[in-house]
């Protein structure tokens, strides 16, 4: 199972959950309270999502490590280049 068939399954039985109790399918009454809070739940839900992204994307750019093989991997190419470019005729400033 894909994470996207993962997040489309847990968002689905949660909007499902939601139209359930904010339509009184269920047999049970809920207060006007309650359906006061559930009635902008996805928005809370939008917003909590984000919050959540933004701690992800902040964390992994912390966290992010540096690759110092192919940082010296990539100055030697390109320190040939430049050999070859010269022996060509090109001319560097």
């Known amino acids: ?17 939601w139209i359930t109790l904010l339509m009184d399918i269920l047999p049970f009454p ?9 009635l902008p739940f996805p928005l809370y839900m939008v ?5 959540y992204s933004l701690v992800v994307i ?9 690759c110092e093989d192919a ?9 040939e280049a430049r050999k070859d470019l010269s022996r060509r005729g090109f001319k560097f400033d």
């Open 1 to 17: 199972m894909t994470k996207l068939l993962q997040w489309v399954c847990v968002l689905g039985l949660i909007f499902t959950i």
């Open 30 to 38: 809920i207060s006007k309270e309650i359906k006061d809070v559930l």
């Open 47 to 51: 917003i909590v999502f984000g919050c």
């Open 58 to 66: 902040g964390y992994r750019v912390i966290t992010f490590n540096d």
């Open 71 to 79: 940082a010296d991997s990539l100055r030697k190419e390109i320190q």
